[in-house]
Each structure stands twice: as structure tokens, then as C-alpha cells.
């Protein structure tokens, strides 16, 4: 099982875009949903997670830029992203937060230009 992660592009800095992350229902659960990325020759980070009832967390680099959300109705999980940095590009994938390994999907690649 894996979960599906769309939305990525190219875009200036400054610029925003909309992932999103769909899979089964048995696959969202009641668990928590997170967003990962991977930046070239970096590892792999959580930058969002939501849990099943709303609550959010985010890392401190996406802080006041990124908002996570869910729709349990749809099993589809929401990344909005503003005010992108050049720093912000990478593979984003999404996953259970904690991850299962055998839950990563191929990641949407966002690119910033500065």
C-alpha cells in the first residue's frame, strides 16, 4: 500500500501550491497523516502531521507558511504551501506520522527559483 502524493511543480519564490495525498481508507485510518521531504543530499524530514481529529504540528522552518489539512470523508490530505523559499525544494511525500516503511509512495518534487 502505498500513498500517493500530487501537486508539485515549479514556482517562483514567493509563489504557493496545493499538494495533495490520497490513498484507501484503511490506509488513513485514525492515524496521523504527515508530510516529508527530501531535499537533494539531505535526509528525508517531517515538515506537517495531522492527526485524525485536526490537530496539526509543524516543523519550525515551515512555521506560518505551510498549513496542513485533511478531509477524512475523501481519505485526501492537503499541503498548502506559501511564501515558497528556494530552501523549500525537494521530494514531498506524505505517510502516517509515525511513517510505515512500506507506505512510502514516489513523492511529488517541488522546485523554487529564486
Known amino acids: 500500500v502505498q500513498l500517493q502524493a500530487s501537486g508539485g511543480g515549479l514556482v517562483q519564490a514567493g509563489g504557493s501550491l496545493r499538494l495533495s495525498c490520497a490513498a484507501s481508507g484503511s490506509t488513513f485510518g485514525f492515524n496521523a497523516i504527515g508530510w516529508y521531504r527530501q531535499a537533494p543530499g539531505k535526509q528525508r524530514e517531517l515538515v506537517a502531521s495531522?492527526?485524525?481529529?485536526?490537530?496539526?504540528k509543524y516543523a519550525d522552518s515551515v512555521k506560518g507558511r505551510f498549513t496542513i489539512s485533511r478531509d477524512n470523508a475523501k481519505n485526501t490530505v492537503y499541503l498548502r504551501m506559501n511564501s515558497l523559499k528556494p530552501e523549500d525544494t525537494a521530494v514531498y511525500y506524505c505517510n502516517r506520522d509515525p511513517y510505515e516503511y512500506n507506505f512510502w509512495g514516489r513523492g511529488t518534487l517541488v522546485t523554487v527559483s529564486s
Open positions: 495531522i492527526s485524525f481529529g485536526g490537530r496539526t
